[in-house]
C-alpha cells in the first residue's frame, strides 16, 4: 500500500503566477475534484485543466499577435503619410542655376521683343517658376502659419 501524500495545493506549487486568479481557482476545483473523484478520474481532470490553460496562452498569443501586427500597421500608416523629402540639396542647387541659366535668354528675348513690358513677363514667369518650386518642396512656406510658431514664447 502507498504511502499517503498529500496533494498539492496552489499555495505550494512555485510555478504558478499568483496574479492569475482565474486560473488559480480553476487549478483549485481541479484539485478538490480530484480529492472527490478519486485517482481514476485523475487524468481527464488533467487534460481538462490543460486544455483550460492551453485556451488561455492561444487567447494570450493571438492578443499579442494582434497587438503587434496593429502596431506594424500604424508604422507603415504614419510612414505613408509623412513628407518624404523629394528632392535634395543638389536638386535645389541645380534647378537655381538652370533658372539663373534660362533667365538671361529669356530677358533678352522679353526686353528686345516688347521691351520693358516683354522683360517683366519674362521674370514674373521666371518667379512663378521657383515660388511654384519652393511651394511645392516646402508645403506650408506661403500657407498660414504653424500652430507652433504662433504660440511662441518670444511674442511680447
Known sequence: MRAACPLPTVDRMSGMDARDAELKKELNATLQARRELGEEYESALVDSFLEKVDQRIDGAVERRVRRQLAEQQMMVARDSRSPKPTDSWGERFGFGIVSLVLAVPLSAIGGGVA??????????????VNAFQAARVNPGLFGKRRKSDQDSDWED
Open 115 to 128: 521691351d520693358l513690358p516683354g522683360l517683366l513677363v519674362a521674370w514674373a514667369g521666371i518667379v512663378g
